[in-house]
Nanobody, 120 residues
Framework: QVQLVESGGGLVQAGGSLRLSCAAS????????MGWFRQAPGKEREFVVA????????AYADSVKGRFTISRDNAKNTVYLQMNSLKPEDTAVYYC?????????????WGQGTQVTVSS
């Protein structure tokens, strides 16, 4: 089993920044990639970004390119999501995800989510 614990969500004004963190623990030796999904009220859950453990390859949703940056600290089993130039449409619950097979998933484990609210 793998446990994912997110932190860093909150309320911010449009144009502001937030940084999310996700720490993985447990049986993480098979980790291939970690990343983030989000779900806004009344909408389906959508992919945001992911990063591979070994080489740091990344994949971003078009809606966040140029504004969000994912990074990792392998020694800490932690990934970070720096979110800049936030927009009201970025408001959502953000979920950390973990895949043992591919940058594009499937994602074997999910965190409980952290709320990000962007006010206009």
């Amino acid at each position: 089993q793998v446990q994912l614990v997110e932190s860093g969500g909150g309320l911010v004004q449009a144009g502001g920044s937030l940084r999310l963190s996700c720490a993985a623990s447990g049986r993480t030796f098979s980790r291939y990639a970690m990343g983030w999904f989000r779900q806004a009220p009344g909408k389906e859950r959508e992919f945001v970004v992911a990063i591979t453990y070994t080489y740091g390859n990344t994949a971003y949703a078009d809606s966040v390119k140029g504004r969000f940056t994912i990074s990792r600290d392998n020694a800490k089993n932690t990934v970070y999501l720096q979110m800049n130039s936030l927009k009201p449409e970025d408001t959502a619950v953000y979920y950390c995800v973990y895949s043992s097979t591919s940058l594009g998933g499937p994602y074997d484990y999910w965190g409980q989510g952290t709320q990000v609210t962007v006010s206009s």
